[in-house]
């Protein structure tokens, strides 16, 4: 007898009930998800990293606290999965989330299903950024100096690796890449390893964000 393969966990931070039932209308309406526990504030959402969930959507605008800093602490906590949901589009914001480590950025006014795809997309390995997000990001990018060429050279990005990073870029998960690139999903994570060593970085939203802003990604 085959055990049946256990469903995503997701944990859900906001401290809007209208919007916590939203959410939870939509994990627990995906057969393959569930709901591992809910909080409204910083000091509960701590609490939820005991629970170990897959995936955390958090909100930004917490009343006692940024999200921002739980998804540092959950991302430095374990293996979770951080999916920002959030009404702020601005440039700072959607910087700060990534460099947190967020592995996703979307807004809340986006559609059911695409808040559904974003957390299947997140949960996969992918990098889901709401459109609104990206442009912001990307003018913020265009706005930065580049590195100084010695650098860029030091701790420059072979053409793989940059490959790689367009597909995350697109939010291509790891075995997506791998099929993409024609390479094993273990070359993957040696690639990515690379990266984030030259790049200094602990997510493929801050490793894109980075090749982008040193030049060595063009988006």
Do not use: W
Request: proline fraction near 4%; charge should be negative; glycine fraction near 10%.
């Amino acid at each position: 007898m085959t055990d049946t393969p256990a469903n995503s966990r997701i944990a859900i931070v906001d401290d809007d009930p209208i919007v916590r039932d939203y959410l939870i209308d939509i994990v627990t309406g995906a057969s393959e998800l569930d709901v591992a526990g809910i909080a409204h504030n910083l000091a509960k959402a701590r609490e939820l990293l005991e629970l170990q969930p897959d995936l955390f959507l958090v909100d930004i605008g917490l009343p006692d606290g940024s999200g921002l800093d739980f998804v540092a602490e959950a991302k430095a906590a374990g293996n979770a999965k951080a999916l920002v949901l959030t009404s702020f589009g601005d440039r700072e914001t959607v910087v700060n989330a990534i460099r947190a480590g967020a592995d996703g950025y979307l807004l809340k006014d986006s559609a059911p299903a695409a808040i559904l795809e974003g957390i299947r997309a997140t949960l996969y390995g992918g990098a889901p950024v709401s459109s609104a997000a990206a442009v912001y990001m990307l003018e913020l990018l265009r706005g930065k100096p580049m590195i100084e060429a010695a650098e860029a050279e030091n701790n420059g990005l072979t053409a793989r690796e940059v490959e790689l990073l367009e597909v995350f870029a697109k939010g291509g998960s790891y075995k997506e890449a791998a099929r993409i690139l024609g390479i094993s999903p273990f070359t993957v994570g040696n690639h990515v390893k690379s990266i984030y060593r030259k790049l200094a970085v602990h997510s493929r939203g801050e490793a894109v964000y980075e090749a982008v802003k040193t030049g060595q990604l063009k988006l």
